[in-house]
Each structure stands twice: as C-alpha cells, then as structure tokens.
C-alpha cells in the first residue's frame, strides 16, 4: 500500500480517488483499475471497491468519501429479497412454481391472476402494473394496495420493472410467515442479513409495518459486497451453507421476455455478440418499447457476470467465472456507462476511453 502524507492526500482528495489499496488482482493490469477509478469519480461516484479470490484488490474513495459511509443502493435491495426468497424454498415456506392464488386468495376468482406463479412476481413478467407511487410514503397498507391492482398483461407477456410485483410477494411472504410467528422483515434479517453481520437496514415501512422490498438498504461498498462474496460462494458463505445453490441459481436465469433479468438480477449471458444496453435509459422507456433480447450490459465484460442494479449508477458486479466482486457507488450522472465502465476493467483501450 503506497504511504501519503496527510497533507498530499488533502490534496488528492480534491481531485482524484482516495486509493486505499493499489495491488492489482491477477489478469488485471493496475492501469486498468486506476482508468476505471478515475472514469467513475469523474462521474460523480465514491465509491469503487475490487475483492478477488477473498481479497481487497483496490478500493477507492473519491470526493472526501470514505470507507465507512452507507449510501443508498436504491433497487440493489431487491437482490436481498430474491435471496430470501430462494431460502424460503429451501426452508419449505414457499416454492417458486406454487400459484399466488393458493396463498393470496382473494385472487383465486380473477382469471387474469389465478395462474400467476411466485417466479413471475419474482421475474417481474406476473403483469402487474409497476405502481411507482408504491416508492412514496402516501400509500399507508403497499401490500393491500399492491394485491389489489389489475392484470394489464398475460402472464409471461410483459416485463413491468417497478415495485408492485414484490410488494405482493411481501404479502404473499407475511401470510406464508404467520404460523411462524415472523415477519418478512425477521426473516430477512435471520436468514440473510444476520450472516453478512449487516444489521439497523431501513426496511421504509409503510403505517401496517410492511417493508418496501423494491428499495430502501444503506449500505457501505463492503456492506454490499458480502452479497456478492454469497453469490461466488453459491450459496455459501464463509464456510456456512445459507442458500442451496440450485436454488440461489434460480436467481440468474433469465426469462423469454428479458433475458437480461432474473430475480433481482441483471444478467450478461449475451454477450459478447450482443448489443449493449443502458439499463436505466431502457428502462425510462415505456415497457413496450423497451427491447432486452440479445442484450448485455457490456460486450467485453465476462459472459457469466451477474450486476445487482440500483438508481444513480450504484452497482455490484460479479463474476463467479473469476472469483470477482466489483462494487461502484456515486450519485446520479447521466455520463456514467456500464459498458465504457467496464470495457475500462475487461477490454482494451483503456487510455481512449478514459478520456471519454
């Protein structure tokens, strides 16, 4: 680790990343990690943090950040949920493949609803309505709301990217819960949370103390990063198995509607013959003319890299295929790009696009 006076790093501070680590992991090279860092900080991010084979690698914090600061990670939240999920199959409370309606059954007389699965509120394709006003605090019971909007799509027709769909499965979790004497909150923080050590989330619940599952966690880059050191484990976690990992995989399949997502996951399996995608742009398209078939995030990066995808640019990159977590936090900046991001850490012609 290079040794700065504390004067020099005042000043550095001002205007690059503070560097806390500078060893470059193995099938990096170095020049490609600081061009990374640079891109990102000049972009309004602070955070940019590199773990290998266990290992921080790099890890930077730009504009006065620091290493202890939670940010927001916005819908990066929705990946802990879909973990939970697959550890309540694994734990008998639910299977991904059961009807909403056996559980939910106020949906059982409405043939636009009764053949919805957990998988698709979990995919997103169930056809829900988004409801974005979900995301606000004026709606007092979400889940009662949620349960209650209309079908606009058949089942396995659409892609609506918002919170509607897992505030159901909040509900649907609640009910599945009850005999337990837990709520999805508990659940959440015994099975998952409890094991990264992560505790004192905002769940932002609504006045019935029901958490909004699409948004919420503050977290510190190594905070988030415990999730994806659970991904490369396959489900385990430090020697502890928290997740079987047939089911945890369940999270990364993609769907005939959007390839690119999973459960909570954003997913480069086209790559590198694919075209590249701006997640958020498409996504501030309406869904019918959103386009996510042969997509990737970015051609270059692994085939295998699995993205948890949050507002503003907050990322976590993963790559089981190199034992990789990369995690990147900033506020929102429209100059930011998954695909020149990554190209910087995977491709070539890291000096040209550093001056993009």
């Not at 009662?144 to 918002?162: Q, V």
């Amino acid at each position: 680790m290079r040794k700065i006076s504390l004067f020099h790093s005042l000043l550095l501070s001002m205007a690059i990343p503070c560097v806390f680590c500078h060893a470059a992991p193995s099938g990096f090279r170095l020049a490609s990690l600081e061009a990374a860092s640079k891109y990102s900080a000049a972009r309004s991010g602070f955070s940019f943090l590199v773990i290998q084979d266990g290992r921080v690698k790099y890890e930077d914090y730009a504009h006065g950040d620091a290493a202890d600061r939670t940010a927001s990670i916005f819908s990066g939240t929705k990946g802990f949920w879909c973990v939970a999920a697959a550890a309540a199959v694994q734990d008998g409370i639910l299977d991904f493949d059961e009807q909403v309606c056996d559980t939910i059954t106020e949906w059982r007389s409405d043939p636009n609803k009764s053949g919805i699965r957990v998988r698709d509120l979990l995919n997103f394709t169930a056809g829900i309505e988004p409801a974005f006003s979900l995301h606000g605090r004026t709606i007092s019971d979400r889940n009662r709301y949620s349960i209650r909007l209309p079908a606009a799509r058949p089942r396995g027709e659409s892609f609506f990217y918002g919170p509607s769909q897992l505030q159901i499965f909040c509900e649907l979790l609640r009910r599945k819960l009850e005999p337990r004497h837990l709520t999805p909150e508990q659940y959440l923080d015994r099975r998952i949370l409890r094991a990264f050590g992560i505790g004192g989330v905002d769940f932002r619940e609504d006045g019935k103390g029901n958490p909004l599952l699409a948004s919420g966690f503050r977290l510190t880059a190594r905070q988030w990063a415990e999730l994806g050191e659970l991904i490369l484990g396959k489900g385990n976690y430090r020697g502890r198995q928290v997740v079987r990992s047939d089911l945890l995989a369940e999270c990364f399949r993609g769907t005939q509607i959007n390839p690119m997502f999973g459960m909570g996951f954003w997913l480069n399996r086209s790559a590198p013959d694919a075209r590249e995608v701006d997640v958020e742009r498409m996504l501030e398209l309406p869904w019918e003319r959103q386009s996510w078939r042969a997509a990737c995030l970015c051609r270059e990066a692994p085939r295998d890299m699995i993205a948890a995808i949050g507002s503003g640019y907050q990322r976590m990159f993963v790559v089981p295929s190199m034992n990789l977590i990369i995690v990147r936090q900033g506020r929102d900046d429209s100059r930011f790009s998954d695909a020149h991001f990554l190209r910087l850490i995977f491709g070539e012609g890291e000096q040209r696009l550093a001056s993009k």
